[in-house]
């Protein structure tokens, strides 16, 4: 089995390493599209990620007594007090049991309805 130069241009005729030579498109780079990856995860994981903690944050900072708020464990309870050492203690109903909380335990206020105001 024999192969002719004619299989080698490359090799016959011209520089031999042309083909080097050629310019070459900036997005043919292989670190573009990790580049580009890392970028688009950013943006859509992290940057509302860490938006939601600065409105949790600022939540948890503008708790005052009587909000009404839920716990990240589904108590739902008011504000009767809040601790210097970041503990907020919450009345519960029915029998307005206080129990006491961390502070980052708080995961929401809970809006009232209209329908329990009537």
Known sequence: MWIGLSNFGWLAGGAPWAFLLQAT???QNPLVPIIMMVVIFYLVLFLPMRRKQ???DAMLQNLKNGDKVVTNGG???TLVALGDDNTVTLRV???NVKLQFSRTAVT???KESTEEKK
């Open 25 to 27: 498109s900036p997005l």
């Open 54 to 56: 600065r409105k949790l």
């Open 75 to 77: 108590v739902i309870g």
């Open 93 to 95: 109903k029915p029998d």
């Open 108 to 110: 929401g206020l809970v």
